[in-house]
Structure formats: C-alpha cells, structure tokens
C-alpha cells in the first residue's frame, strides 16, 4: 500500500472520529474509566505481590529443635512434621550446617563470629518447613508448638500480616478484575455503536467504495484504525489517571513505607503498566471493532 | 466480455428474478437492456458486476466466472469495469475532482497517477470546467456525467450503467447518452437499462428486452422499433 493511500486511511479515521462527536467522547470515557479501573487494581496488585515476595522466608515455618536432641531424634521430628496435613516439604537444616553458613558468612562480612566461638556450636538444629497453602500457616505452627512434639524449642511461623497482605490482594483481584469485565463489556459496546454509526454514516461511500473495487482490508482498515484510536487513547489516559494517582499517594506516603509505596524503582513499574493498559486498550480496541465490522458490514 | 447461459436467480419464497437468460455480448458492443418495472433489468446488471450470483446458470464476464469467484477477488475484478447508477452514487462531502479521484484512491493509485488521470475522465465527460463544485452545485445531468467519469477512472473494459438517465429530462438524456457512445467508440464495452424509449428508439443499437425475467427479444444493431405494447 502506498503512503499516499495509507494517508487517505488515517484521514478518514480522524474525520470520522470529529464526526462522532458525542459517541466519540463517550468511547473514549468508557475505556479511560474501564482502563483506569484495570490499571489501578493491577498495579496495586503488584505492589502488593513486589513486597510480599521482598518478605524472606515465605510461607515458611521454622522450628528449632531443642540443642540437646540427638540426630535420630531430629530426624524424628522432621518426620513427624512432614506428615503433619498441608505440609509441602520439612527439611533438616542442620547445626554444622548453620555454623558453616555463618563462617561463610564471616568470610563475606570480613567478621570473626564463628572464630570467637572457640570450637563451641550453640547453634540449635533447624526444621524448615514449607506449607503448600499459605492459609495453613498457622495451623501448622501450632501444631508444631503442641505438646505432640516436645522436642521442639521454639516455632517462628510467617506473621499474619502477610496473609492479610495476600487476603487484601485478593479481594482487589476480585473487585478489580469482576468491575473491570464489566466495564470492558460496557466499553465493548459504545464502541461497537460508535463504529456501527461510523458504518451508517458512511455507508454511501462504503458502497462506492466496494462498486470501484477497493479491497475488504482498505474499506475496514479506517474503522479498526477508529476502534484502536479509542482504545490506546482511552488507555493512555486512563495510564496517566493511575500514574497521577500513584505519584500523589507515594509522596504523602512515602515516608511510612507502605507496602504501595515502598522497594522498587517507580519508573521500572510505571512503564510496565502503561505499556501493559496502552496494549490491553489497544486490543479491546480492535477486538470490538472487528466484531462490529463482522456485524454491520455487508461482504462486498 | 459477456456470457450468460441459462441463467436464474431465484429468492427463498421461490419468486423468479431472472428465468433461462441467455445473452452474449462481444467486446467493444453497445447494449441497451430495457424493460417495464421488475422485469429484471437491475438483477441483470448486478449479475455482471457481481452484486448477485445466480442461482443456476453460468454468468462470464471479463474472463472470470462470477459464481465461482471468491470474494477476495471481486475487487479485483471490479476494477476492470465501471458501474454507473441513476442516483449517481456521488459522495456530497468531496468535490468533482475527488470524487472521480475516490475511484482511484480507494485501488491505491499513485497521486501523480490520479492527478494525469481525472482530467481525462472529466474531458471525456465535459465537465473539466466544474472540477472543483461539489455536488450539490450541479444539474442532474452534470452529476451524472461526474458519475460516468468515475466510472470511467479505472480504464475499465466494460461500463454498466442502471438507468443513467431515468431522472432525467430527454434533452439532458440524449447528452448522457452521446457520452456513453463516445465511451463506447473509444472501444469500451457499454450496457445500459433504460425505461426510456427517447433513448433507445432510432438509436440504431443493440436492444434486449426484458419482462418478467426473462429475455422477450434481443434485436441487433439498427433493427429495433419501440414495442407497441403500452408500458408505464
Ligand atoms: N432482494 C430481493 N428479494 C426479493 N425479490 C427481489 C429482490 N430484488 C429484486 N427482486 C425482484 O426481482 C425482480 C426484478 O427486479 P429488478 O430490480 O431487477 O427490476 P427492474 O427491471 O430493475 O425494475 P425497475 O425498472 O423498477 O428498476 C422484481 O420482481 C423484484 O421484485
Ligand atoms: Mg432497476
């Protein structure tokens, strides 16, 4: 296709765009607040999800074996545990093991722990155990702390505000993504009236235009252009609706190192969801007006 | 350029648009369809340029079967031919000059390309003095002859007209009709439905005439007389 004749598409895509006036508008508000609505819950979702997982040791139980156990008995316990019901994995992690962890330690830190301790291991033998839901958590680390297993000395189990992290998360998945389709439903069909009154307007000329014998592609190249438009646009605005939002909640927040605010470079995440709700924009976009030209354009 | 055998195009409710036309038009022909109201002249027409199929029968024009054609070629196939409608078909918002140009536009026609070419179609047509009015600042016969010259933008080989003068009055018809023979005489093939018997009559031109689909008589060059049946 010559640049001339792509010229000519894009022209009539804007005209038509003017022309619409009203529905224009309303194509282009329905995907900025959809969008908006998206990005925001997605990018809140991933703050929460980048701290979460900045949080060591996740989903993970420790319990220290009393120093006077023996090694049958460790392993005992360590049995015992990874029988206990939601319990993915419970592994050894054993006091030579940790004294020699801690002298590697040294050796990066350029410190002398290990060599103050004169040949002395008060380090307790450790079972680290995984569960395979994060829910059960608590569960297990009081089963651990029972009497059932005498044993052991001391649990350490995830703080529940980490499960609360992920709850939270949840719901915003949840609400987020059921008000996000609707809205994407609801954006789906003010864009398809705003093509299919495209279609009406212009019906003369699609005719014509069929009778000179120009291709399918060429007649509906400016309504996909059109239903793009207001997808990418719409979502451009909606980026800059969350990023505005983001940048106002990070410098009254950031101070108090909120799980929204706090860790990772903003401008690495910013990207990502503006390239993310530009591309989701951009394909509701062209999805809905290629469903509407399917519906409304007579085949040649 | 033109072969139709035995050709029917029938709708669900069973009525007959068309019933067993035969017709075979040479290259470079000129070739008045007439008829009375739905007698199938504009099913014919749309046949060649392949609005419709048929429902039997076999319908070549320009070398390509129509019925068997896919629809991504139909474009290409448009290309090779003109079609002109007694509602002109002319888009208001563009001047004469673009909507003769939208012909070319529309096939990805180089700029230079349509700018050499529109003045040809609107010469041949008499109307290169008007190029820039719109529309809706013409006679209806000037708007028609704007309608041929798009027709004519593609060096099509065959020109189909629908009526071309039917709104208008026979003075201004006889004008539409001299550009049609001019286009002809420079060797396009040209079909043409016409009620119009002014039209026709004395014209020494190839008549078919249609009633109730079918092909009622097909009178070569310089033999037809108005048929003394009363029509509308
Ligand atoms: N889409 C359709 N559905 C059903 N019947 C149709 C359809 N299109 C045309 N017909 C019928 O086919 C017949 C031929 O119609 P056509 O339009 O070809 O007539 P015509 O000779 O062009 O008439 P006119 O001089 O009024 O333009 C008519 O009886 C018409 O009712
Ligand atoms: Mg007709």
New binding site residues.
């Given amino acids: 296709m010559s640049f001339s004749a792509f010229a000519f598409l894009v022209d009539d895509a804007a005209k038509s765009i003017r022309r619409n006036g009203l529905m224009s508008i309303a194509a282009l508000t329905t995907v900025t607040v959809a969008m908006a609505v998206l990005g925001g819950s997605l990018f809140t979702i991933y703050r929460l999800k980048q701290f979460a997982d900045s949080q060591p040791r996740r989903f993970e139980i420790l319990a220290f074996v009393d120093p006077k156990a023996d090694a049958a008995s460790v392993e005992s316990v360590r049995d015992r545990a990874a029988h206990i019901p939601g319990v993915a994995s419970a592994v050894v992690y054993t006091k030579d093991q940790a004294l020699r962890d801690l002298q590697a330690e040294d050796r990066r830190q350029h410190t002398e722990i290990v060599a103050s301790l004169e040949g002395i291991n008060p380090l307790p033998d450790r079972i680290d155990v995984r569960v395979s839901d994060p829910a059960v958590t608590v569960r297990v680390a009081n089963e651990l702390r029972s009497p059932r297993f005498p044993e052991i000395e001391q649990v350490r189990d995830e703080n529940d505000a980490l499960s609360k992290l992920i709850a939270l998360s949840n719901v915003i998945r949840n609400v987020g993504g059921a008000v996000a389709l609707l809205l994407f439903i609801a954006t789906a069909f003010v864009i398809q009236n705003t093509i299919r009154l495209t279609i009406y307007a212009r019906r003369r000329e699609i005719r014509v235009m069929q009778l000179v014998g120009a291709t399918s592609a060429f007649i509906r190249l400016p309504f996909l252009l059109e239903g793009t438009f207001y997808g990418a646009a719409g979502a451009t605005a909606a980026a800059c609706l969350v990023l505005f939002v983001v940048a106002q909640v990070s410098s009254y927040a950031g101070q108090f190192q909120t799980p929204l605010t706090q860790g990772v470079p903003p401008a690495v995440s910013s990207a990502v969801i503006v390239v993310m709700m530009v591309a989701t924009g951009s394909a509701v976009g062209v999805g809905t007006s290629v469903i509407s030209l399917r519906r409304f354009l007579r085949r040649v | 350029m033109i072969d139709l055998h035995d050709v029917s195009?029938e709708?669900d409710?069973g009525?007959?648009?068309?019933r067993g036309v035969t017709l075979h038009v040479e290259d470079g022909e000129f070739v008045f369809i007439i008829?009375?109201?739905?007698?199938?002249?504009?099913?014919?027409l749309?046949l060649l340029y392949r609005e419709e199929t048929p429902t039997s029968g076999r319908v070549v024009v320009n070398g390509c079967d129509v019925a068997a054609m896919r629809p991504g070629d139909v474009p290409r196939f448009r290309r090779r031919m003109g079609v002109v409608f007694q509602d002109f078909g002319l888009l208001p918002g563009l001047t004469v000059f673009e909507n003769v140009a939208f012909a070319l536009r529309v096939t990805g026609a180089r700029r230079r390309a349509i700018r050499a070419r529109v003045p040809e179609c609107l010469e041949t047509v008499g109307l290169m003095a008007r190029c820039d009015a719109f529309p809706g600042q013409l006679s209806g016969g000037e708007q028609q002859r704007v309608a041929i010259a798009r027709a004519l933008a593609n060096h099509p080989a065959l020109l189909v007209a629908?009526?071309p003068t039917g709104n208008l009055d026979p003075t201004t018809s006889l004008g539409i009709a001299e550009v049609l023979y001019r286009i002809n005489e420079a060797g396009t093939t040209v079909v043409v439905?016409t009620?119009d018997h002014a039209m026709v009559d004395n014209q020494l031109r190839r008549v078919v005439e249609?009633a109730a689909?079918a092909v009622i008589r097909d009178e070569a060059q310089g033999s037809y007389q108005q048929s003394p049946r009363p029509e509308e």
């Fill in positions: 195009v709708y409710q009525h007959r648009a068309l008829g009375a109201t739905g007698a199938g002249k504009t099913m014919l749309k629908d009526e439905s009620h249609l689909g």
